[in-house]
């Protein structure tokens, strides 16, 4: 088992930046990745962003450019900063741990909520 530990989220106006961050429980290093995904409202759990073990990350079309996501090993850690927010930014914000293809771990989510 992963525990996952989020914080971060908050309150912010459009064009703000939130920064959130992610503990795990054990090692990330060889994870296969660890990653963020967001669920607004009315919606289906969407991917927002992912790194893999080698370092690569990928980024969903609408946060590219404003997203950036980044990982520390040697705190377990990782990070999404978010930059130049807007109102359909809003939504729960879940990690999300892949020791292998055969697991999936999630955090309980924290609220990001943009104001326009």
């Known amino acids: 088992q992963v525990q996952l530990v989020e914080s971060g989220g908050g309150l912010v106006e459009a064009g703000g930046s939130l920064t959130l961050s992610c503990g795990a429980s054990?090692?990330?290093?060889?994870?296969?990745?660890m990653g963020w995904y967001r669920q607004a409202g009315g919606h289906e759990r969407e991917f927002v962003a992912h790194?893999?073990?080698?370092?690569?990350?990928a980024y969903a079309d609408s946060v590219k450019g404003r997203f950036t996501m980044s990982r520390d090993n040697a705190e377990n850690t990782i990070y999404l900063q978010m930059n130049n927010l807007k109102p359909e930014d809003t939504a729960v914000y879940y990690c999300?741990?892949?020791?292998?293809?055969?697991?999936?771990?999630w955090g309980q989510g924290t609220q990001v909520t943009v104001s326009s």
């Open positions: 999300n741990a892949r020791p292998t293809f055969l697991n999936d771990y």
């Open positions: 054990q090692a990330i290093r060889r994870f296969d990745s």
């Open positions: 790194v893999t073990s080698n370092g690569d990350t």
